[in-house]
């Protein structure tokens, strides 16, 4: 959200100096992003708003998340539940676990050219969020320097003890499963 902010700010500098059109695209993004701090506090309001986030509502979250991002796309999306009792989430573990399948469900879109993307959420004796896409998979030795976001998920899940596995390669897809 600092970012976000970060980048608000610097677009309203000097903004009275330049022509119409490059006014009206700032104020755009500026628009965009103002937009998404206010949904990011949102979400993180109601991620320590309750000392525990029920799965149920954790994973309506994650459902409405993911048919908005993906709502003018073609990628078909499957969402699974299983649960076999009512778990509950700590705040800070629901809230990066959240954070987490939100990057992953961004990547999707933006860089798997997926056609399909699958997710299960369930609860036996841990939760388990397994997200599956079909698209073109990548080296994730060579993508760790160039800003996917697989640091950010590696960082956010050991701080919250939440096991982190990923699998792909190139024209395979990708696979991570989440374990709490």
């Not at 991620?47 to 993911?66: C, M, N, Q, R």
């Not at 990628?75 to 992953?104: A, D, H």
Request: include cysteine; hydrophobic fraction near 35%; charged fraction near 25%.
């Amino acid at each position: 959200m600092g970012g976000q902010l970060s980048y608000v700010l610097y677009s309203l500098d000097g903004i009275n100096a330049k022509t119409g059109e490059q006014r009206a695209e700032i104020t755009q993004h500026i628009n965009e992003s103002v937009r998404t701090v206010i949904r990011n506090l949102r979400e993180t309001i109601w991620a320590i708003s309750d000392e525990a986030i029920t799965l149920y509502d954790f994973s309506d979250k994650l459902k409405v998340y993911v048919r908005e991002i993906f709502r003018n796309n073609p990628t078909q999306v499957e969402f699974k539940e299983n649960f076999t009792s009512e778990q509950c989430l700590n705040s800070l573990v629901g809230l990066n676990l959240y954070r987490i399948c939100q990057e992953i469900v961004n990547n999707v879109f933006k860089h798997a050219q997926a056609t399909e993307l699958r997710i299960v959420v369930s609860a036996t004796e841990r939760v388990t969020i397994e997200i599956m896409d079909n698209g073109k998979g990548f080296d994730p030795e060579k993508t760790e320097n160039e800003g996917f976001g697989l640091t950010n998920l590696k960082s956010r899940a050991a701080e919250a003890n939440i096991q982190l596995a990923l699998k792909t390669s190139p024209g395979k897809g990708t696979s991570y499963t989440l374990i709490v």
